[in-house]
T-cell receptor, first 116, second 113 residues
Framework: AQKVTQAQTEISVVEKEDVTLDCVYETRDTTYYLFWYKQPPSGELVFLIRRNSFDEQNEISGRYSWNFQKSTSSFNFTITASQVVDSAVYFCALIEVGTNAGKSTFGDGTTLTVKP | EAQVTQNPRYLITVTGKKLTVTCSQNMNHEYMSWYRQDPGLGLRQIYYSMNVEVTDKGDVPEGYKVSRKEKRNFPLILESPSPNQTSLYFC????????????FGPGTRLTVL
């Protein structure tokens, strides 16, 4: 069965600090997709990034970067020079393509608080 | 505007009174899904649908029913709600349900007394 673990329940940092949110996943599929979503205090869910299982290139988008390592089944998310507006709950998610195509598993989320 | 809509946004009901939460998307997406969000438990998938007339159980389907008679609509039915179904519910859609991001509705906060 697929599983996504976000071991950090809550993280608190001071503005301008760098912070990494961990995501570890389990799946038997060789083809799958990983995602990160953000849920700000207003409650909506916002897509951040998608990565497929065959693409281990790291990605950078402004202050955000993602490190996908298949060898350790991890897909970690780093925010550089954090800002108060980054305060939110962040979810890592996995979708398989095989037998359970379309079944979506989210981690429990990491609540990030950035203090001014 | 491309969006996923849910109704109602808030609902307080009593145990055993059947209810339906509607979900509609205007993006012609094949895939739709229902999640519940509870504190500390992230989003848990209830049911999903890869296409019209095709639905599959997620991780927590007990006590819920769904139907997908049209591409745009995916209602969530609670035949006999119980207090443990008090939760925040999200509907989502995506083009294929595999490689694409999911677009989420605004959420429905349900309280079952």
């Amino acid at each position: 069965a697929q599983k996504v673990t976000q071991a950090q329940t809550e993280i608190s940092v001071v503005e301008k600090e760098d912070v990494t949110l961990d995501c570890v996943y389990e799946t038997r599929d060789t083809t799958y997709y990983l995602f990160w979503y953000k849920q700000p205090p207003s409650g909506e869910l916002v897509f951040l990034i998608r990565r497929n299982s065959f693409d281990e290139q790291n990605e950078i988008s402004g202050r955000y970067s993602w490190n996908f390592q298949k060898s350790t089944s991890s897909f970690n998310f780093t925010i550089t020079a954090s800002q108060v507006v980054d305060s939110a709950v962040y979810f890592c998610a996995l979708i398989e393509v095989g037998t359970n195509a379309g079944k979506s598993t989210f981690g429990d989320g990491t609540t990030l608080t950035v203090k001014p | 505007e491309a969006q996923v809509t849910q109704n109602p946004r808030y609902l307080i009901t009593v145990t055993g009174k059947k209810l339906t939460v509607t979900c509609s998307q205007n993006m012609n997406h094949e895939y739709m899904s229902w999640y519940r969000q509870d504190p500390g438990l992230g989003l848990r998938q209830i049911y999903y649908s890869m296409n019209v007339e095709v639905t599959d159980k997620g991780d927590v389907p007990e006590g819920y029913k769904v139907s997908r008679k049209e591409k745009r609509n995916f209602p969530l039915i609670l035949e006999s709600p119980s207090p443990n179904q008090t939760s925040l519910y999200f509907c989502a859609s995506s083009p294929t349900g595999l490689s694409d991001e999911q677009f989420f509705g605004p959420g429905t906060r349900l309280t079952v007394l």
